[in-house]
Every structure is written in C-alpha cells, then in structure tokens.
C-alpha cells in the first residue's frame, strides 16, 4: 500500500529541514552552486517554517504557541531562575515546546539539582540582583567602579588560579577575564545606543554562525512557571545589563512551560475577547498571530 499523502509531504518536510538544517551549520555552500549571500538568506527565509511545524514538542492543543517564538519581557520581571537544574541551559536544544509538571518553578537555588557547570557561587542566587555577576555589572556601570575592585571578578581569577575550569565562560587565564569584560563594555554601549536586539537583528545571515534553534538559543531563554513568571535559563549578561539599563524590554526565547500554565493558556485561549499584557498571551490576544512578537 502506498504511503498517504500526509506521510508523504511530512517526509518531504523532514529530508528538507535536514537539507536546510546541514547548509546552516556549514554556512551552507561550498558546495553548493549558488553564490553564499543566496544560500544563507534562502535558508533564513525557509527555516523558521520548516522547525514551526517539524519540531518535536509537547505541545498537542490548537492553541498552544509557535515554541520559537520570540516574545518581549521587561527584564524587571524576569527576577528569579529557573529551578529545573544547575546549570539551567544545559540541553536547551531539545527543551523547546516542552511542558513539565512538578514543583522544579517553585525551588530555592540550594534545592536545585546539580550537573556540574561553572562555579554557582559567581551566578546562582535566588534572586538574578543577588548573583555576583549582577553587583559586579551593576558596581561597573551604575557606580564606576573598575572590574577589578569587584568581588567577582576577583573571586573568577583565583577559582582560575587554583584548576578550576570553566569558571567564566571559555576563559582560562586573567588576561581571558579582562577581555571578557572588555567585550561587556561593547555590549553594554551596544545596548545602551539600540536596545536589546536579539540574534537575527544584529546579525546578518551571511555571518550567523548558528543554524535556526542554534540561534534560538543565542536569545534571552526564559521557562514559564505555574503562575506565569518567566524564569531565566540563559542569556544572563544581557539580562543583567538590560536591568542595569533600565531598558523597558528584551526579547526572550521560552524553553520549559510549566504543565499549569499551559492548562492557564488553553483556558484564556477559549476566550478571546480582549487583549492580553502577559507576554506569553499575547499571541492569544485578538488579531494576534501564532508566532508571537518576532518571527
């Protein structure tokens, strides 16, 4: 018996998100016949329908969101991290469009569960304006006062000097620590000139070096709990800058939903009757689209 045609196009979708999905990761072209510039925008344009509708999730209801989609947050209400594990960004990729259960929204930060990661004394706190690296930023561009007078920045170089790695992203040696911060300077006066762009604002798609979830990832990640908080997974720099900078909004990636927040958005999608100012309703609000904020 032949196949039907929803297998059929269904295969068609799945060879073209692997096709499309080899050009990203390989910037797409070398070999292929057609000028690089072409390929990347092809794939930029095609992408993000082809992951929208191919991508494992746990999501089952006609309601339920575009798990890609890019959604604005004032950085004063993500205050608080994820509770899932330590740390949180571990296997992002394969958390888009999940849903769980559990009491993992609710945690305190020492009753969260451990998977080794850098040293959670430098960015785990149960408030993001506990953290060291938050007062460090805060310290450096709120009060001038120079990284190396700070606490973390301190406490980064001797962790260092003593083995441990990683301890701050990829650096290795002081000198790595102070072109890190160098590098948050820009970022900083980047942000304070144009506000939090997010990955495929400030960067064209010749120069991406991510496929489409790889740049997903690139974003200010947040989980939703029960209640509707957004809590932060990654992106923590920025975060910490946008809430230095007062910015009035950030755009954010969600990963993990919590299993009764999603019974929160069926619930609101049965009536859609106004308009919503949660940040993960408003694709439920009228005349609203399904992929949110961003596509």
């Not at 029960?226 to 990636?253: E, I, N």
Request: glycine share 6%.
């Amino acid at each position: 018996m032949g196949m039907r045609a929803s297998e059929l196009r269904n295969r068609a979708i799945g060879g073209i998100g692997r096709i499309l999905d080899t050009l990203a990761v390989s910037q797409a072209v070398q070999r292929s016949p057609l000028p690089p510039q072409i390929t990347a925008r092809l794939y930029w344009t095609v992408a993000p329908h082809i992951y929208r509708h191919q991508y494992p999730t746990d999501f089952f209801h006609s309601s339920d969101p575009d798990p890609f989609k890019i959604i604005p947050i004032d950085p004063i209400r993500i205050e608080r991290f994820t509770g899932r594990r330590y740390p949180p960004w571990y296997g992002r990729r394969q958390l888009f469009g999940a849903v769980r259960s559990g009491d993992w929204d609710c945690r305190r930060h020492e009753d969260v569960p451990h998977e080794g990661g850098p040293p959670e004394e430098l960015f785990h706190a149960d408030h993001i304006d506990d953290t060291p690296l938050f007062q460090a930023i805060y310290d450096r561009f709120r009060e001038g006062v120079p990284w190396a007078d700070t606490w973390f920045i301190n406490r980064a170089i001797e962790l260092l000097d003593a083995g441990q790695y990683p301890v701050w992203q990829d650096c290795e040696t002081e000198t790595d620590v102070y072109r890190r911060c160098e590098a948050l300077e820009s970022v900083y006066e980047n942000m304070a000139q144009n506000g939090c762009l997010h990955y495929t604002e400030r960067t064209e798609p010749i120069e991406r070096s991510f496929d489409y979830v790889g740049a997903r990832e690139q974003e200010i990640v947040v989980d939703i709990g029960r209640d509707g908080a957004p809590l932060l997974v990654s992106g923590k720099h920025r975060l910490c800058l946008a809430r230095v900078l007062k910015l009035d909004t950030v755009p954010c990636c969600v990963l993990v939903r919590h299993a009764d927040w999603m019974a929160t958005r069926r619930a609101v999608a049965e009536v859609r009757r106004r308009p919503w100012t949660h940040p993960d309703l408003l694709d439920l609000s009228p005349g609203r689209g399904r992929s949110g904020y961003h596509s």
